[in-house]
């Protein structure tokens, strides 16, 4: 079974810009819609982004957009999350999931915490005021 691992979490001040990776290993001959979430302190774990199988298709959170980009590159097993103009409401541990149904897509599934099955550990992402 596919596994995913993120990386590039860190500490950067306000109005900086972070770049996370979410490897994907194991069964990599199928891509997979593939979502980032993230949990503050204190908060429930929300939904930041998420891109269909191909890449055809984004979607983002209110809070994020026209600031994070969603990205993925098959080639290489990976997708992306590209931050910019990060805040101190941005301080969270980030988790990359993906989705192994074949069957379903759009944006109100891909929104959804239940939708993804196989998580990464997270990294942790810290924006200072």
């Known amino acids: 079974q596919v596994q995913l691992e993120e990386s590039g979490g860190g500490w950067v001040q306000a109005g900086g810009s972070l770049t996370l990776p979410c490897a994907f290993s194991?069964?990599?001959?199928?891509?997979?819609?593939t979502a980032w979430f993230r949990q503050g302190p204190g908060k429930e774990r929300e939904f930041v982004a998420a891109?269909?199988?191909?890449?055809?298709?984004?979607y983002y959170a209110d809070s994020v957009v026209g600031r994070f980009t969603i990205s993925r590159d098959n080639a290489k097993n990976t997708v992306f999350l590209q931050m910019n103009s990060l805040q101190p409401d941005d301080t969270a541990i980030y988790y990359c999931a993906a989705d192994v149904s074949p069957y379903f897509s759009g944006s109100d599934y891909l929104r959804q915490l239940r939708t993804y099955s196989i998580w990464g550990q997270g990294t942790q992402v810290t924006v200072s005021s």
């Open positions: 194991g069964c990599t001959d199928r891509t997979y819609n």
């Open positions: 891109i269909s199988r191909s890449g055809g298709k984004t």
